[in-house]
């Protein structure tokens, strides 16, 4: 049964960082992270797929820089300059990729999702 498994959530101060990782236990063309706060619609924030090219929503381009271990089936988040806005449940997603063309483009309807981790940013 395919599963993706994130680690790396945590609380951190205003400005601080922190480091996500999602393993899966198959090949993804497509990966990428979402992430949705109490009261709030999800928000479908990164996307890598399999030749390396990555999209990122404008709410987190420039302090969230996603990357992908083909070889591990491990995608990361490395999240900078944390804001209070950035407090969500955190969530990988995945799709072996051959029902679609854009990973970015398709990032509401892939179709695997972990558990997710909390992320809370304090002032």
């Known amino acids: 049964q395919e599963r993706l498994d994130e680690s790396g959530g945590g609380s951190v101060l205003v400005g601080g960082s922190l480091r996500l990782t999602c393993t899966a236990s198959f090949y993804g063309r497509c990966m990428g992270w979402f992430r949705q706060a109490p009261g709030k619609e999800r928000e479908f924030f990164a996307t890598?797929?399999?030749?390396?090219?990555?999209t990122y929503a404008k709410s987190v381009q420039g302090r969230f820089i996603a990357s992908k271990d083909k070889g591990k089936n491990t995608l990361y988040l490395q999240m900078n300059d944390l804001k209070t806005e950035d407090t969500a449940m955190y969530y990988c997603?995945?799709?072996?990729?051959?029902?679609?063309?854009?990973?970015?483009?398709?990032?509401?309807?892939?179709?695997?999702w972990g558990h997710g981790t909390q992320v809370t940013v304090s002032s």
């Open positions: 997603m995945a799709d072996v990729g051959n029902r679609f063309d854009g990973c970015w483009q398709s990032r509401t309807v892939f179709e695997y």
């Open positions: 890598v797929d399999d030749t390396g090219e990555i």
